[in-house]
T-cell receptor, first 113, second 117 residues
Framework: AQSVTQPDIHITVSEGASLELRCNYS??????LFWYVQSPGQGLQLLLK??????LVQGIKGFEAEFKRSQSSFNLRKPSVHWSDAAEYFC???????????FGTGTRLTIIP | EAGVAQSPRYKIIEKRQSVAFWCNPI?????LYWYQQILGQGPKLLIQ????????DSQLPKDRFSAERLKGVDSTLKIQPAKLEDSAVYLC???????????????FGPGTRLTVL
């Protein structure tokens, strides 16, 4: 069965600093990988997704993620965070077709001035 | 385009009572999902509909949870009777085809926060 691990429950970053959120997955074949963001009181919004091809994926709001098969990782990065990036971030893995997504437990991001 | 609509946004009930949530997906989306998100956890799929048929309900506690999607558009999720451990945010999502593929994205509603006392 597929699974996702987000080892950091909470991360605090200064505004303007770089950010990296970790995600490790477990899946036997080539996975479909996603990053979602959830602001307080809001639903989840898709930031980016990986299916195949270039292992560096660009998303919305200046985010990017890199798929590393050898490390079973799909870490999310942003070179300079803004106060509006404070939210909960979820990594998810899917098997393709109409298989369901499996989400990680999330990383809460706090931005300090 | 309008997003996924859910109501109510908040609900507080006593244990053993019943409750229902409503979801209206994005127009034209064939697939509708209900997720349960317990505090501190990621969303967990409860049920997935393709039009008005069930694709996956393997994680739906069928002794107390039920869901329907009449006419392949909006959907209701019901809990009867509720337990303390049902306290969670219930998220509805929809997608065009229901495929975990490049062309398909799940769009989420704001959720309903349920508190069971």
């Amino acid at each position: 069965a597929q699974s996702v691990t987000q080892p950091d429950i909470h991360i605090t970053v200064s505004e303007g600093a770089s950010l990296e959120l970790r995600c490790n997955y477990s899946y036997g074949a080539t996975p479909y990988l996603f990053w979602y963001v959830q602001s307080p009181g809001q639903g989840l919004q898709l930031l980016l997704k990986y299916f195949s091809g270039d292992t560096l994926v660009q998303g919305i709001k200046g985010f990017e993620a890199e798929f590393k098969r050898s490390q079973s990782s799909f870490n999310l990065r942003k070179p300079s965070v803004h106060w509006s990036d404070a939210a909960e971030y979820f990594c998810a893995v899917g098997a393709g077709g109409n298989e369901k997504l499996t989400f990680g437990t999330g990383t809460r991001l706090t931005i300090i001035p | 385009e309008a997003g996924v609509a859910q109501s109510p946004r908040y609900k507080i009930i006593e244990k053993r009572q019943s409750v229902a949530f409503w979801c209206n997906p994005i127009s034209g989306h064939a697939t509708l999902y209900w997720y349960q998100q317990i505090l501190g956890q990621g969303p967990k799929l409860l049920i997935q509909f393709q039009n008005n048929g069930v694709v996956d309900d393997s994680q739906l506690p069928k002794d107390r949870f039920s869901a329907e999607r009449l006419k392949g558009v909006d959907s209701t999720l019901k809990i009867q009777p509720a337990k303390l451990e049902d306290s969670a945010v219930y998220l509805c999502a929809s997608s065009w085809m229901g495929l975990t593929s490049f062309a398909d994205t799940q769009y989420f509603g704001p959720g309903t926060r349920l508190t069971v006392l």
